[in-house]
């Protein structure tokens, strides 16, 4: 794709960091503070919070940061989203460079300059990092080791920790301004998988997208399992959504939560009045479960801190991310094309 290089190779970029933020009370000074420990120069960088209404002391916590730092702004987001505040960011900005970071995460302390590194080095029109999750709370850890099991996930590039190369999404990420806006910035209709669209675009108008295990950043995931439902949930709704949007077919990866909690439902209660039936569901589910257990006790990346414990959280984790995922695939079958 051609964007405008507003830029020169010998000079650094003025950096523009955007941060969507909503009741992250939290997590927000652990984000800020690995933010400010950059090595890039402080004075060729902004970062910008775009605070959604809060319930909890988030903004004021951002306005001591804000009182100390001159370069720290916060930004109003009254809608919300976490696409509207990104947009507010990205209009707003100062730079010639976006990155998008995530307030659920910290950043190695040479995160931006690598990210700047990579933009200029690649020529992709979008570069960040693998998704390294890392877990406070036992829930939490087994929460941060489903992604990196191909049984949870589907295997996504953005989720390998030593993958260098081309791929077709990045979590967050690190773009020109210019390429933001030759895009259409990011779609305000949409309330999740925001990122996904927006690779989309840049992928549909001929750009690239890049990651390398050079960049790196640690995520902090949902940390109980009805926040992890609720998540999954609207992930797959919205998957939807990008998918009618860009009329591309959805991949296996996508579709299989959706076909298990059709079987699983119809197929329960057929098994009431079908001893053959109920033969099969039994068997299909414990064909699943022995997948599941496989996959949780044969995972590598898994945190070892707690013990055994933690491959049985994670069977749990499995089975709440299919069946939440695949419900809102359903619902959103029947929110944005059927209706």
């Given at each position: 794709?051609?964007?405008?290089?507003?830029?020169?190779?010998?000079?650094?970029?003025?950096?523009?960091?955007?941060?969507?933020?909503?009741?992250?009370?939290?997590?927000?000074?652990?984000?800020?503070?690995?933010?400010?420990s950059?090595?890039?120069?402080?004075?060729?960088?902004?970062?910008?919070?775009?605070?959604?209404?809060?319930?909890?002391?988030?903004?004021?916590?951002?306005?001591?940061?804000?009182?100390?730092?001159?370069?720290?702004?916060?930004?109003?987001?009254?809608?919300?989203?976490?696409?509207?505040?990104?947009?507010?960011?990205?209009?707003?900005?100062?730079?010639?460079?976006?990155?998008r970071?995530?307030?659920h995460?910290?950043?190695?302390?040479?995160?931006?300059?690598?990210?700047?590194?990579?933009?200029?080095?690649?020529?992709?029109?979008?570069?960040?990092?693998?998704?390294?999750?890392?877990?406070?709370?036992?829930?939490?850890?087994?929460?941060?080791?489903?992604?990196?099991?191909?049984?949870?996930?589907?295997?996504?590039?953005?989720?390998?920790?030593?993958?260098?190369?081309?791929?077709?999404?990045?979590?967050?990420?690190?773009?020109?301004?210019?390429?933001?806006?030759?895009?259409?910035?990011?779609?305000?209709?949409?309330?999740?998988?925001?990122?996904?669209?927006?690779?989309?675009?840049i992928?549909?108008?001929?750009?690239?997208?890049?990651?390398?295990?050079?960049?790196?950043?640690?995520?902090?995931?949902?940390?109980?399992?009805?926040?992890?439902?609720?998540?999954?949930?609207g992930?797959?709704?919205?998957?939807?959504?990008?998918?009618?949007?860009?009329?591309?077919?959805?991949?296996?990866?996508?579709?299989?939560?959706?076909?298990?909690?059709?079987?699983?439902?119809p197929?329960?209660?057929?098994?009431?009045?079908?001893?053959?039936?109920?033969?099969?569901?039994?068997?299909?589910?414990?064909?699943?479960?022995?997948?599941d257990?496989?996959?949780?006790?044969?995972?590598?990346?898994?945190?070892?801190?707690?013990?055994?414990?933690?491959?049985?959280?994670?069977?749990?984790?499995?089975?709440?991310?299919?069946?939440?995922?695949?419900?809102?695939?359903?619902?959103?079958?029947?929110?944005?094309?059927?209706?």
């Amino acid at each position: 794709m051609k964007t405008t290089n507003s830029f020169s190779d010998n000079a650094l970029p003025f950096v523009t960091v955007v941060i969507p933020v909503r009741n992250e009370h939290r997590y927000i000074r652990s984000c800020l503070d690995s933010v400010l420990s950059q090595d890039y120069p402080a004075d060729r960088l902004e970062i910008l919070l775009c605070v959604s209404p809060s319930e909890d002391d988030t903004e004021e916590i951002i306005m001591e940061y804000q009182e100390k730092y001159d370069h720290i702004h916060m930004l109003k987001n009254p809608k919300g989203t976490i696409s509207c505040g990104v947009n507010t960011g990205i209009r707003a900005a100062k730079g010639d460079c976006i990155v998008r970071l995530d307030a659920h995460t910290e950043f190695a302390s040479d995160y931006i300059s690598k990210c700047i590194e990579y933009l200029l080095k690649t020529g992709a029109d979008n570069v960040g990092g693998p998704t390294i999750v890392k877990g406070k709370t036992p829930v939490q850890r087994a929460v941060a080791a489903a992604y990196y099991s191909s049984f949870a996930l589907g295997g996504g590039k953005q989720h390998i920790k030593d993958y260098e190369g081309y791929s077709d999404t990045v979590s967050f990420g690190a773009f020109k301004k210019s390429t933001a806006e030759a895009v259409g910035l990011f779609d305000e209709n949409l309330i999740l998988n925001e990122d996904d669209d927006f690779n989309f675009k840049i992928s549909e108008a001929g750009g690239k997208i890049f990651i390398t295990p050079k960049i790196r950043s640690y995520y902090y995931p949902r940390d109980t399992y009805t926040g992890l439902i609720r998540q999954y949930f609207g992930y797959g709704l919205w998957k939807v959504a990008v998918i009618q949007k860009h009329k591309r077919p959805a991949r296996m990866s996508h579709l299989i939560p959706m076909l298990f909690v059709l079987f699983l439902i119809p197929g329960g209660l057929l098994s009431v009045f079908s001893k053959r039936i109920r033969k099969l569901y039994l068997g299909i589910l414990g064909l699943y479960f022995g997948l599941d257990a496989a996959a949780s006790f044969s995972l590598k990346d898994a945190d070892t801190q707690d013990g055994p414990m933690l491959r049985f959280r994670l069977m749990l984790v499995h089975f709440l991310l299919h069946v939440s995922y695949g419900c809102g695939f359903i619902a959103g079958i029947f929110k944005f094309i059927l209706h």
